[in-house]
């Protein structure tokens, strides 16, 4: 299983990448939406875990390109602003929507959950 985390606080996601890769679980990590897509050219991931607000490109906005590289590829948002617009638009086109900070071990089973669907 190979996941993509997409977030635009490098500290957040290379920390959430080694965290993930300590635990058997192989994940790549971009800071922008263009390196994600670059990315996901050249090799399709089974999850991303995208951050819903970024510069330039939003999560959702990531979300419809990514897809449309890698159909079967599955997504999960995470934000920190956890408004009710973001929480309806991020459940209504991901497997799964999660509140920044996220415990690693929550992560974790939300990656499981979302592969067994």
């Known amino acids: 299983m190979t996941i993509l985390l997409v977030d635009d606080e490098q500290e957040l996601v290379s ?3 080694e965290r993930l890769d300590m635990r058997g ?4 990590f971009a800071c ?3 390196d994600a897509i670059r990315m996901a050219q050249k090799k399709c991931y089974d999850v991303a875990v995208l951050d ?3 510069p330039r490109m939003s999560g959702l906005e990531l979300r419809r390109e ?4 890698c159909p079967d590829m599955r997504f999960i ?3 920190g602003h956890g408004s009710e617009e973001d929480f309806k638009a991020g459940s209504a086109e991901a497997a799964s929507y999660l509140i920044k900070p996220v415990d690693i071990e ?3 089973e939300t990656i499981r959950t979302v592969m067994e669907q």
Do not use: W
């Open 66 to 69: 990514l897809s449309a590289l």
């Open 106 to 108: 929550d992560l974790m």
């Open 77 to 79: 948002f995470l934000s």
């Open 52 to 54: 819903m607000k970024m």
């Open 32 to 34: 922008c939406g263009t």
């Open 25 to 28: 679980i192989h994940a790549e």
């Open 15 to 17: 920390a959430m990448a």
